[in-house]
């Protein structure tokens, strides 16, 4: 299955402030999707990156506030924006298994807002 | 109502016991069906996926129910690194929405 490198790991980050996230996938894949999970709750989508054209966005999530990018077959980028501590979360990125269709996540980066 | 619900326990049993966890989900449509395993501050990690006809891998059985909607775990001879929590995840019947459970918190004691 895919490996993904995602980075950061973690961070700080001052409220107001803007932070990117990168995942970078050791094979070409269609749809990268970036996902967020607030303590002690479980997984839930921002959106659907594809290649080429613009990200698709769940309800609650807005692209000013989480821009997208998707620039080849193997990367993206999700910035959150403008912070403030209801944003402390750990932020993952995954792709769809081939084989399966089940999920492989990035290691996911843990935000912290102060 | 949530598209996959879950006992978020804890659970905590003795090694060597037997545990059995399970979700029900809402669209009687959904197509895949997943448990993950998640380790305290990691990713979800995919464990097993989990057929109509129900699939085995060691230790682990999965089982789904499609008349009533629900997928089971059953954990045999608990090891103490079994110890995590286990996220039922069901695929929607269209497009590509995943649906997490809240997870069920399983810690093995020695």
């Known amino acids: 299955s895919a490996v993904i490198s995602q980075k950061p790991s973690r961070d700080i980050c001052q409220r107001g402030t803007s932070l990117t996230i990168q995942c970078q996938v050791d094979s070409q894949v269609t749809m990268m999707f970036w996902y967020r999970q607030q303590p002690g709750q479980s997984l839930t989508l921002i959106a659907t990156a594809n290649q080429g054209s613009e990200a698709t966005y769940e309800s609650g999530f807005v692209i000013d506030k989480f821009p997208i990018s998707r620039p080849n077959l193997t990367f993206s980028t999700l910035t959150v924006s403008n912070m403030s501590p209801e944003d402390s979360s750990i932020y993952l990125c995954?792709?769809?298994?081939?084989?399966?269709?089940?999920?492989?996540f990035g290691s996911g980066t843990r935000l912290t807002v102060v | 109502r949530k598209e996959v619900e879950q006992d978020p326990g804890p659970f905590n049993v003795p090694e060597g016991a037997t545990v059995a966890f399970n979700c029900t989900y809402s669209n009687s449509a959904s197509q895949s069906f997943f448990w993950y395993r998640q380790d305290c501050r990691k990713e979800p990690k995919l464990l097993m996926s989990?057929?109509?006809s129900g699939n085995e891998d060691g230790r682990f059985t999965a089982q789904l129910n499609r008349a009533s909607q629900y997928i089971s775990l059953l954990i045999r001879d608990s090891k103490l690194s079994d110890s995590a929590t286990y996220l039922c995840?069901?695929?929607?019947?269209?497009?590509?929405?995943?649906?997490f459970g809240t997870g069920t918190s399983l810690t093995v004691i020695p």
């Open positions: 989990v057929y109509s």
């Open positions: 995954s792709v769809e298994r081939a084989t399966d269709y089940g999920y492989t």
């Open positions: 995840v069901v695929r929607a019947d269209t497009g590509n929405q995943f649906y």
